[in-house]
Every structure is written in structure tokens, then in C-alpha cells.
């Protein structure tokens, strides 16, 4: 069995974490405030665990917000017909590539993905990067 214990990503690539929403962002009635962050969503906001040889302003350790605008996949469902009509059921999912090392899966991205790093921060009771 061959596990990778490190990586080293090359020229711009960038190891992140994988850290997912726990719970979902509702109102006491349980009305969902964002769909985006549902349980289980990736966090745009991770840390940087590896970078490659060409990346420039991140490092490792830093959170970096994380654009997966890139990975979207757009899927087309033929929906009901009305008047003749077909419409169309358009549904997007997120293709991110992942690496795993010492059994915990990573983001796999590219340095174009990061939009900034976060310089400073408060966490406060329910933060982001639970």
C-alpha cells in the first residue's frame, strides 16, 4: 500500500485543508440564511499547507479565501413541458480536486483560486474554521 505523507506541490500549486461547514446557517424558526453554507459545503476560507516554487504572498499556515468558481460543473435536465415548451433544470456542482495525505483529504488548487490571505482575525464562538 503506498500512503503519501507529504507533498510538494509544483510551480502554482497549493495544498489547502479541507474544512467543511458543521451545521447549517438557519434562523431559530430554521429558515436556511445561505444555501452555500449548508453542513457538510466546503469553507472558502482554509489553510495553506503546501505551496509550489512559483507562488508568490502565500506561505504556508496562512487562511486564504478560496474561490471554486473554476470547479463549477453546470448539469442540464430536460424539466416539465408547458405550452409546447421544454425548460431546462439547470443544477451546478463543484469538480475540486483532492489529494490525501496521512489519510485526511486536502484541496488541491492553484494559486489563481486563493482571491486574498486574511492578515488578521478574530474567532468568535461558532468561527469559520472549525
Do not use: C, W
Amino acid at each position: 500500500m503506498f500512503k503519501i505523507k507529504k507533498i510538494k506541490p509544483l510551480f502554482t500549486g497549493v495544498i489547502t485543508t479541507s474544512k467543511r461547514y458543521v451545521g447549517n446557517m438557519t434562523t431559530k424558526g430554521g429558515i436556511i440564511l445561505d444555501a452555500t453554507k449548508m453542513e457538510g459545503g466546503l469553507n472558502p476560507f482554509q489553510t495553506v499547507v503546501a505551496v509550489g516554487s512559483m507562488v508568490k504572498d502565500v506561505n504556508e499556515g496562512d487562511i486564504v479565501k478560496i474561490n471554486f468558481k473554476r470547479y463549477a460543473v453546470a448539469q442540464h435536465r430536460p424539466g416539465a413541458i408547458e405550452n409546447n415548451v421544454q425548460s431546462d433544470q439547470l443544477s451546478i456542482r463543484y469538480e475540486i480536486p483532492m489529494v490525501e495525505m496521512d489519510g485526511v483529504q486536502y484541496l488541491s488548487l492553484q494559486n489563481a483560486d486563493i482571491e486574498f490571505v486574511v492578515t488578521d482575525y478574530e474567532v468568535d464562538e461558532g468561527g469559520l474554521l472549525q
